[in-house]
C-alpha cells in the first residue's frame, strides 16, 4: 500500500514538474495542479495510512493515539483543495485575458518561430 502511494505521489510530482517546464500557459497551469495534488497526497500520507481506524477517541477509556486517525493532516488537505480550486480558476481567467490579448499562449508572450 505504502510503495504504490508513493509511486503516485512520485509520477505526480515528476508530471507536475515536467509540465511546468513546457512553454504553453495551459500546460503550467495543468502542471501546478499536478503538484498541488501530489503535496496534498503527501500531507494525507503524513498522518498515517491506517485502515479501519476510529475517527473519534473514546473518553471512557484510556485511549492509544496510535490506533486513531490524525485529523490534522485531513484539515490541511481539505483547506488546500479549496484553495487549489480558487487559484486554478484565477489561473484559467488570467490564461483567458492573457491570449485574448496577445492572441496566443505562450509563457513568454512570443510565439514559435516560423
Known amino acids: 500500500m505504502?510503495?504504490?502511494?508513493?509511486?503516485?505521489?512520485?509520477?505526480?510530482?515528476?508530471?507536475?514538474?515536467?509540465l511546468l517546464l513546457r512553454p504553453r500557459t495551459f500546460q503550467v497551469i495543468v502542471g501546478l495542479s499536478l503538484l498541488s495534488y501530489a503535496v496534498n497526497l503527501f500531507i494525507f500520507g503524513m498522518g498515517r495510512l491506517l485502515i479501519g481506524g476510529a475517527p473519534i477517541?473514546?473518553?471512557?477509556?484510556?485511549?492509544?493515539?496510535?490506533?486513531?486517525?490524525?485529523?490534522?493532516?485531513?484539515?490541511?488537505?481539505l483547506t488546500?483543495?479549496?484553495i487549489g480550486f480558487a487559484t486554478t480558476a484565477l489561473f484559467l481567467v488570467v490564461l483567458l485575458a492573457s491570449r485574448g490579448l496577445t492572441g496566443n499562449d505562450h509563457v513568454d508572450g512570443s510565439g514559435p518561430e516560423a
Open 2 to 18: 505504502e510503495t504504490i502511494y508513493a509511486l503516485a505521489i512520485g509520477v505526480l510530482t515528476g508530471s507536475g514538474v515536467w
Open 57 to 77: 477517541i473514546e473518553t471512557l477509556s484510556k485511549a492509544d493515539p496510535a490506533l486513531y486517525d490524525d485529523p490534522v493532516p485531513q484539515a490541511l488537505v
Open 80 to 82: 488546500a483543495i479549496v
